[in-house]
């Protein structure tokens, strides 16, 4: 039976795009004897000359994707003087896309990974805010970020979107006169809470489009503007009692809203530190 063959796949950071590669190479071949091992988190020269003398020992091949110049010009130093043979996946890309685009790269190991993080922390976030969403469950409220309150049609849920694409948990809930409030929203820190309140008249013209969009006819207590009055009136009181920032929406487009929201937050997490 021949020996296994070894393919050393080496890395300064996880070393997974470089073993995606050797194991989609492998697959284009018959051949059932050949073994990946995987060296992550490369560092320096020591260890790059520890993996050359042991892939000639075992008459190994080696495949890379070191992104320090110093390393890789001593991984090729070291494999040609072992006579070992190498492929240095992203060394002839860097080199061509500097020359293309007349920059230098980062050179900093682990970048995909960090991005992959953030990306999975955003789709976190979209998905904690559509199921947290206009107070369907109290629960959220002590997971969250950033909790937003206010009346109906202050933007709260485009707000906990846009928020969310920001990689912010937000959860909302709407501020209803006759309805009592969740006993959960009294255990969330006011750091984190967010009330938001509106112009009455603005608000009045906001939900008359919506009640035209929605295809209803007439006037509804719903855009009364005593009516509106009466539940501003009510949501203030509980932000009030909340003591939570209070920001006015009026004529606010949602990115400015957002952007003053995270200016907020950033300055609660230097404020609060470990309990945030």
Same mark, same amino acid.
């Given at each position: 039976?021949?020996?296994?063959?070894?393919?050393?796949?080496?890395?300064?950071?996880?070393?997974?795009?470089?073993?995606?590669?050797?194991?989609?190479?492998?697959?284009?071949?018959?051949?059932?004897?050949?073994?990946?091992?995987?060296?992550?988190?490369?560092?320096?020269?020591?260890?790059?000359?520890?993996?050359?003398?042991? $892939?000639?020992?075992?008459?190994?091949?080696?495949?890379?994707?070191?992104?320090?110049?110093?390393?890789?010009?001593?991984?090729?130093?070291? $494999?040609?003087?072992?006579?070992?043979?190498?492929?240095?996946?992203?060394?002839?890309?860097?080199?061509?896309?500097?020359?293309?685009?007349?920059?230098?790269?980062?050179?900093?190991?682990?970048?995909?990974?960090?991005?992959?993080?953030?990306?999975?922390?955003?789709?976190?976030?979209?998905?904690?805010?559509?199921?947290?969403?206009?107070?369907?469950?109290?629960?959220?409220?002590?997971?969250?970020?950033?909790?937003?309150?206010?009346?109906?049609?202050?933007?709260?849920?485009?707000?906990?979107?846009?928020?969310?694409?920001? $990689?912010?948990?937000?959860?909302?809930?709407?501020?209803?006169?006759?309805?009592?409030?969740?006993?959960?929203?009294?255990?969330?820190?006011?750091?984190?809470?967010?009330?938001?309140?509106?112009?009455?008249?603005?608000?009045?013209?906001?939900?008359?489009?919506?009640?035209?969009?929605?295809?209803?006819?007439?006037?509804?207590?719903?855009?009364?503007?005593?009516?509106?009055?009466?539940?501003?009136?009510?949501?203030?009181?509980?932000?009030?009692?909340?003591?939570?920032?209070?920001?006015?929406?009026?004529?606010?487009?949602?990115?400015?809203?957002?952007?003053?929201?995270?200016?907020?937050?950033?300055?609660?997490?230097?404020?609060?530190?470990?309990?945030?």
């Amino acid at each position: 039976m021949n020996e296994p063959k070894m393919i050393y796949v080496v890395s300064d950071s996880l070393g997974e795009t470089a073993e995606s590669v050797a194991k989609a190479t492998i697959s284009q071949f018959d051949e059932s004897h050949l073994d990946i091992i995987r060296v992550p988190f490369v560092r320096h020269v020591e260890q790059i000359q520890n993996i050359v003398n042991e $892939a000639a020992t075992n008459n190994g091949v080696v495949c890379h994707t070191l992104v320090s110049e110093e390393l890789r010009a001593e991984f090729e130093r070291a $494999a040609t003087e072992k006579q070992v043979k190498y492929v240095d996946l992203l060394g002839p890309m860097l080199d061509m896309l500097s020359q293309v685009t007349q920059t230098k790269p980062r050179m900093k190991p682990g970048i995909i990974h960090k991005l992959d993080q953030e990306y999975f922390k955003k789709v976190g976030a979209i998905e904690f805010a559509v199921k947290y969403d206009d107070g369907k469950n109290p629960v959220g409220f002590k997971q969250a970020d950033i909790v937003l309150i206010g009346v109906s049609r202050t933007s709260k849920t485009p707000l906990s979107m846009y928020l969310a694409h920001k $990689a912010y948990k937000v959860a909302n809930l709407p501020l209803v006169p006759e309805l009592p409030l969740p006993k959960e929203i009294f255990e969330v820190p006011p750091y984190k809470l967010i009330g938001l309140i509106i112009d009455p008249f603005k608000l009045n013209s906001i939900r008359t489009e919506r009640i035209k969009a929605l295809g209803f006819n007439g006037s509804a207590n719903y855009t009364d503007i005593s009516r509106i009055e009466e539940e501003l009136l009510y949501a203030k009181s509980v932000m009030r009692h909340l003591h939570c920032a209070v920001l006015d929406v009026s004529n606010k487009a949602i990115e400015e809203t957002a952007s003053r929201i995270m200016e907020i937050m950033e300055r609660n997490k230097q404020i609060y530190g470990e309990r945030y």
